[in-house]
């Protein structure tokens, strides 16, 4: 993989596919920021070398959603709702108002790629989840406006749908991309996140929604060609 030569700002960088995400900024070497709540807990788990990388605030606040977005060329929002736990914000808050209005601060501050970490199912309303503060209805919301926004000549998307996540170690699965939310399944957060950096770069994931899950157990170099099966 080339290396992608802009400056990613990852959303949700704490949470278990946002560190994901960054260790696989580092691995390929790409210039990073993370937007975060807690410096401490960033430190924690990813030591003193993001001490200068990291802009503390949350997605409620605009001004510092436009200072986290100031020097970014992409985004990487990995932000997600915890429907298990009663004291957490609900999705509506989270997977739509948050990602809504991150996605249209960004574009307004220049950010010129926004890549979603969604989730599988989105389109079916009678999915089980969706008792859970009608989740999947509200990621749904948040994908369309980064979709509306993002399309503007200039400007580009990713959204990614990941199954069912696990916390498995990457390219150990041969992984299957499709399109029209038909399949099932699940996948490791890793390979997520392994997806999610390899969009930035990948022609065939611009202007794309697609459904990721794991196959069978096929140790990989590189999932870069999985984009294949998109187009």
Same mark, same amino acid.
């Given at each position: 993989?080339?290396?992608? !030569?802009?400056t990613?700002?990852v959303?949700?960088?704490?949470g278990?596919t946002?560190?994901r995400?960054?260790?696989? $900024? =580092?691995?390929?070497?790409? @210039?990073?920021?993370?937007?975060?709540?807690?410096?401490?807990?960033? &430190?924690?788990?990813?030591?003193?070398?993001?001490?200068?990388?990291?802009?503390?605030?949350?997605?409620?606040?605009? =001004?510092e959603?436009?200072?986290?977005?100031r020097?970014?060329?992409?985004?990487?929002?990995?932000?997600? !709702?915890?429907?298990?736990?009663?004291?957490? +914000?609900?999705?509506?808050?989270i997977?739509?108002?948050?990602?809504?209005?991150l996605?249209? /601060?960004?574009?307004?501050?220049?950010?010129?790629?926004?890549?979603?970490?969604?989730?599988?199912?989105?389109? %079916?309303?009678?999915?089980? +989840? #969706?008792?859970y503060?009608?989740? +999947?209805?509200?990621?749904l919301?948040g994908?369309?406006?980064?979709?509306?926004?993002?399309?503007?000549?200039?400007?580009?998307?990713?959204?990614?749908?990941?199954?069912?996540?696990?916390?498995?170690?990457? &390219? =150990?699965?041969? $992984?299957?991309? @499709?399109?029209?939310?038909?399949?099932?399944? *699940?996948? @490791?957060?890793?390979?997520?996140a392994?997806?999610?950096v $390899? *969009?930035?770069v990948?022609?065939?994931?611009? #202007?794309?929604t697609?459904? /990721?899950? %794991?196959?069978?157990?096929a140790?990989q170099? !590189? +999932?870069l060609?999985?984009?294949?099966q &998109?187009?």
């Amino acid at each position: 993989m080339h290396p992608y !030569s802009g400056t990613v700002l990852v959303a949700g960088a704490t949470g278990r596919t946002g560190q994901r995400v960054v260790r696989r $900024l =580092q691995h390929y070497g790409v @210039d990073y920021r993370l937007f975060v709540r807690s410096g401490e807990k960033a &430190l924690e788990k990813f030591g003193p070398e993001v001490t200068d990388r990291l802009t503390l605030g949350t997605t409620e606040h605009e =001004q510092e959603i436009v200072a986290a977005c100031r020097h970014a060329d992409a985004v990487i929002c990995a932000l997600g !709702s915890n429907v298990m736990d009663p004291e957490a +914000l609900p999705p509506s808050a989270i997977d739509r108002d948050a990602v809504i209005r991150l996605a249209t /601060l960004a574009k307004k501050e220049g950010v010129k790629t926004f890549i979603l970490i969604s989730s599988l199912a989105v389109t %079916r309303p009678e999915h089980p +989840l #969706n008792k859970y503060g009608r989740v +999947l209805d509200m990621k749904l919301a948040g994908e369309n406006e980064v979709r509306r926004l993002f399309t503007d000549e200039g400007f580009a998307f990713t959204v990614i749908r990941p199954g069912g996540l696990l916390d498995g170690p990457p &390219l =150990q699965h041969r $992984l299957v991309l @499709d399109t029209g939310d038909r399949i099932t399944g *699940s996948i @490791d957060r890793s390979d997520v996140a392994e997806i999610a950096v $390899l *969009s930035l770069v990948a022609p065939e994931a611009v #202007n794309r929604t697609f459904e /990721l899950i %794991r196959a069978e157990e096929a140790p990989q170099e !590189s +999932l870069l060609g999985c984009f294949r099966q &998109l187009s």
